[in-house]
């Protein structure tokens, strides 16, 4: 079939169709129906060459990891710590490095990770490959924004966590901390160990997510532009998809998590939700976010209506900090953080924030309406030092005598 370098505009008609149905997918709520899921799961494992393995199912992907990583975290310790501690010289550098294999633990309980998104990928169900402009343009137009910004949400919450809370439960290991029983220098490694591991094994994980874009754009070039395809290995794919969640496979061990059981966005499509769960889980893992960005538990569960500007002293996060200002408003940031008088002109006031609260100098033009008494507050450049000119700079360059004649 040779190359097409246009679609026609029938073709092109259908696109918002294969996007919706493809959406629809990546934002389910449902809950997977566990047969199902261990049906697809056993297909794809046959399909390449795979035994199947024991199938666990887990509500939440941090449920999973907690499988892989926290509940079999006796076995861990003990590939790790007992060779080392009885063969390693803490001061020889060069025993250390011979040692760095002594820690891999998840092959022998787990077996090697099974990557199906390339394993897939590279199967000639994708063949041939059409013309890189009409994918590109497609891949954009059909993909699935908003359930999971660059498929990293997840990834960047759960990975701190996870690496936290290893590391707290090897710290507490009976008898001496761990740290002083091998060492900082031997530490130092198995931190870095667990946090490529752990990253590793969320990248390799099968998002469906992340797979609806690959999925409507191949399910559009086969049954709107007519490729040649494997029709029953595309419908197994596909049922990865819908029928389950985010999948953790090892060749000895499967791992299904369940779908959300709240996704919450704002009007641009991004996970937003205030005072409660942007994602919810049912096992009550649940991810904060306010319009895309995570926030902490301790921000999230309280409407920003409530939040309070104090927070901002204390915040060292420059981000949350400008989502703090977002959600608190400039009004109440004047009037609780004891915001300085620098100048007033008619029902205008310019004022300073003096206290640390974001990287450069708050100055603000508080404005009260004379009949009803509402205050509004701007932020104004910090190098502005008299409200007359705060004004000016609102109204983009016009002075406010000539505002008045001009509108």
């Known amino acids: 079939m040779s190359l097409i370098k246009n679609l026609t505009p029938e073709q092109e008609a259908l696109i918002p169709v294969y996007r919706e149905k493809w959406r629809k997918v990546a934002f389910s709520t449902e809950r997977i129906d566990r047969e199902k899921a261990s049906e697809a ?8 060459g795979f035994e199947v393995p024991k199938i666990i199912f887990c509500d939440s992907p941090y449920a ?22 009885s063969r390693l010289n803490k001061s020889s550098a060069s025993r250390i490095k011979k040692q760095q294999k ?50 990293g949400l997840f990834y960047t919450h759960l990975i701190p ?3 936290i809370e290893i590391y707290e439960k090897l710290q507490n290991q009976p008898g001496t901390k761990l740290q002083n029983r091998i060492g900082k220098r031997l530490w130092f490694f198995l931190r870095k160990r667990l946090d490529s591991h752990i990253g590793n094994v969320y990248w390799k994980s099968w998002q469906p997510d992340k797979n609806t874009t690959v999925g409507s754009v191949y399910d559009f070039y086969f049954k709107v532009l007519n490729f040649d395809y494997d029709v029953e290995k595309f419908q197994h794919y596909q049922s990865l998809i ?26 641009q499509n991004r996970l937003h939700a205030e005072g409660k769960p942007a994602i919810e889980f049912i096992d009550g893992y649940s991810l904060y976010s306010y319009h895309g960005v995570t926030l902490p538990e301790k921000y999230g569960k309280i409407h920003p209506q409530q939040w309070q500007p104090q927070w901002l002293l204390s915040e060292k996060n420059a981000e949350l900090r400008r989502v703090l200002i977002q959600g608190i408003g400039y009004a109440r940031i004047c009037q609780e953080l004891q915001a300085i008088e620098l100048d007033t002109w008619a029902e205008y006031t310019l004022l300073k924030i003096d206290a640390d609260v974001d990287e450069e100098p708050i100055s603000l033009l508080k404005m009260t309406c004379p009949s009803t008494g509402f205050i509004h507050a701007l932020r104004v450049p910090p190098n502005i030092n008299s409200a007359r000119e705060a004004i000016r700079w609102v109204n983009w360059g016009v002075d406010v005598e000539e505002f008045g004649v001009q509108t």
């Open 242 to 267: 819908t029928e389950c969640g985010w999948i953790f496979a090892f060749e000895k061990v499967a791992i299904i998590c369940d779908r959300p059981l709240h996704l919450r966005f704002d009007n």
């Open 64 to 85: 999973a990891f907690s499988e892989i990583f926290l509940y079999k975290f006796d076995q861990l310790i003990q590939e790790f710590e007992f060779p080392i501690i």
């Open 161 to 163: 966590e996870l690496i």
């Open 41 to 48: 799961l056993k297909f794809a494992y046959t399909a390449f």
């Open 102 to 151: 002594v820690f891999h633990p998840l092959p022998k309980l787990l077996g090697k990770q099974i990557d199906f998104f390339y394993e897939l990928i590279d199967s000639p169900i994708f063949q041939p490959i059409p013309d890189t402009k009409i994918y590109d343009c497609l891949y954009l137009e059909l993909d699935s924004q908003g359930w999971d910004y660059e498929h």
